[in-house]
């Protein structure tokens, strides 16, 4: 013979199923976490007798938050008035280096801004900035040491991609 359940279990029972069921359903319907593809920045080497040329293709959205300098408005006409805060900029994040730690000096050439596209990340405008890494008299220009943290040292979650030709 089975007792008429009181009205305390019921409400237990019902406040059990709650506290099960609304978890679950939120999880079921709660799509995967996934972070948006940043572009990524591009470092050209090229090595050449004297010296090595770098080009550098940089997001101006994380360069941005990097550095301070805003360029995601600004139409390259008006580059030239943001240009030494770039340079400085750069200059001050890409050290190369003897393997003896001899420091080579860096000289920031042409900027300009352009738009691009990555495949994972779709379009974007970013800066062009050349440069010319000049190791000191005597020593091998293919062997060095290259610090750069251009971007990274601010936006962790950057790429840099270096190729070397």
Do not use: C
């Not at 943001?82 to 050290?95: E, G, P, W």
């Not at 920031?108 to 352009?114: D, F, T």
């Amino acid at each position: 013979m089975t007792r008429p359940r009181n009205w305390l279990t019921t409400a237990l029972r019902l406040v059990a199923g709650i506290a099960i069921a609304v978890p679950a359903a939120l999880l079921l319907g709660a799509s995967p976490a996934a972070a948006h593809p940043m572009p990524h920045s591009v470092v050209q080497l090229d090595v050449y007798k004297d010296s090595v040329t770098a080009r550098l293709e940089l997001p101006v959205g994380d360069l941005a938050t990097a550095s301070g300098i805003d360029l995601t408005t600004i139409e390259s006409a008006a580059l030239p008035t943001k240009a030494k805060a770039v340079r400085t900029y750069l200059a001050q994040h890409i050290s190369p280096t003897t393997l003896k730690g001899e420091a080579w000096q860096v000289s920031i050439g042409a900027l300009s801004l352009s738009s691009t596209e990555q495949t994972s990340t779709g379009p974007y405008r970013e800066l062009v900035a050349k440069a010319v890494l000049t190791p000191p008299a005597g020593t091998d220009v293919r062997h060095f040491k290259l610090d750069y943290d251009v971007i990274v040292h601010q936006v962790v979650t950057h790429v840099a991609l270096v190729t070397v030709r």
